[in-house]
């Protein structure tokens, strides 16, 4: 067998799941790896992260625009330069074949075409060798975020947060960790909520995300916190948020002052009156608050009077080994003085060593996070 039959890694591009799934099936073979993905955003960010050997995508998407397949490809060339872009479309006029060569197109191929076609292009097309042991399937689909939010794949692990200090430390609480378990890029939970911030659907991901948790973390709650991380952008409809989590609450037994809502520093809280009234609301019912990464940046702190946090999060770039860095030290210091003004308990991140733990001890910070306690895992291995 030749060295291209095994280094194939082709991304194929089109709005149509019918042409996607026909495509790769008749396209499988010994040593190509097939990943197809079925909206510009989901491409964009696999070509941000891998470099596929070949793509092919359809010149029009389910866009505004019409031409998404152009803008595409354009941006897999500027991330992706190795790999050769073969266009399609069911209209080939001149003008349009001269953009997608100026744009990086290699090829083109008007629809209707049989797929020996492409498959002696691939071949054409060699290009630097990509070995795709890392994938164990020949087809990766890369789901629709649609698919996404109503996943059973779409599963958190919980990190322990502990009370440090004392002879046997025990848990304050479990963070939350969302976690998608399909086998794709997806996986890494960043390009996750990218994606789902490209879509402009962030505060949905949030939601579903909060619910997945609350229905796997209920065992948890029993005897400790469940801490979640919430996007400010999920806090632009604080209203929904506040209902679903009451409504799950009761329907799991779960306390609401069991319940602690991260604000992450992904994103700017909305300056409104609404968004703060919803916390205002949420505080009411039981539901607690966190200020998280905090160190990290300061673009919640002038918010902390209205936010009325319980508790804060020192970020692991300032935690781990905090105490061989003077400058760490006195950051961290710092911070537990502003915790101490405004009434929250500090939670240090990032604590792997003894050490570390015992220097937040001396400092007394009450609690902590980090390897050394426990790496994120599922709820069944938490309660053995």
Known sequence: MSLLHESQLVLILDDDTMVTEGLSASLQREGRTIITCNDQESAELLVEHITP???????RLSGQFGFEGLQF????????????VILMTGDAPDALQLEAAERGAVAFLQKPFETKELDAILDL?????????????????????DELLTSRELRPLFQPIVRIGTATPHALGYEALARYRGNTLLRNPEVLFQYAERKQRIAELELACVAHALEAGAPLAENASLFMNIHPAALSDGMRLRELIVREAERLDIRLEHIVLEITEQGSIPDTPAVFRAIADMRAVGLRFALDDVGIAYSHLPFIDRIQPSFLKISQHFGTSFETDPTKTKIVGN???????FGCELILEGIEHRAT???????GIKYG????????AEVRQLLS
Do not use: K, W
Not at 73 to 84: D, L, M, N
Not at 125 to 145: D, F, G, Q
Not at 370 to 375: A, K, S
């Open 73 to 84: 490809i354009r941006h897999a060339r500027r991330h992706s330069p190795e790999s050769r």
């Open 369 to 376: 996070q980090g390897f050394l306690f426990g790496h994120p």
């Open 335 to 341: 911070l537990q003085s502003l915790a101490r003004d």
């Open 357 to 363: 733990a015992e220097a937040t001890a001396a400092m």
């Open 53 to 59: 050997s070949h793509i092919v995508s359809d010149v």
């Open 125 to 145: 097309l060699s290009c630097s060798e990509h070995s795709n042991t890392a994938y164990p399937t020949p087809v990766i689909r890369m789901p629709m975020l």
